[in-house]
Nanobody
Framework: QVQPVESGGGLVHPGGSLRLSCADAGGGEDLEYYGVGWFRQAPGKEREGVSCISRDGTIYYSESVKGRFTISRDNAKNTVYLQMNSLKPEDTAVYFC??????????????????????WGQGTQVTVSS
């Protein structure tokens, strides 16, 4: 089974940038055949979908990150990225990468909004502070 693992989190000032990476920890699964999403959970708040990309390349962004974040794939490296620019204090959260079973039929919007993912990473901390 696929084992998502995140990297790239850290501490940045408001207005700064980070790039998160999601890979298969086991190395035996090809992420290009999975829908993949980025989710986040801030202290005391519910987990929310941030950005997701389907197997065919359709992309969804939450309203709070549109114009600031970009999701992409590098299939040669078997990696999914989340480029985060113009970061704000309210972006502070643990960020999770998750994959959807290839045969599951659902929209990329539902993958993000309804969190219809099957395999979850352990998360990476992003802190935006002055």
């Amino acid at each position: 089974q696929v084992q998502p693992v995140e990297s790239g989190g850290g501490l940045v000032h408001p207005g700064g940038s980070l790039r998160l990476s999601c890979a298969d920890a086991g190395g035996g699964e090809d992420l290009e055949y999975y829908g993949v999403g980025w989710f986040r959970q801030a202290p005391g708040k519910e987990r929310e979908g941030v950005s997701c990309i389907s197997r065919d390349g359709t992309i969804y962004y939450s309203e709070s990150v549109k114009g600031r974040f970009t999701i992409s794939r590098d299939n040669a490296k078997n990696t999914v990225y989340l480029q985060m620019n113009s970061l704000k204090p309210e972006d502070t959260a643990v960020y999770f990468c998750a994959a959807r079973f290839p045969a599951r039929i659902t929209t990329v919007q539902d993958l993000c909004v309804l969190q219809q993912a099957d395999y979850w990473g352990q998360g990476t901390q992003v802190t935006v502070s002055s």
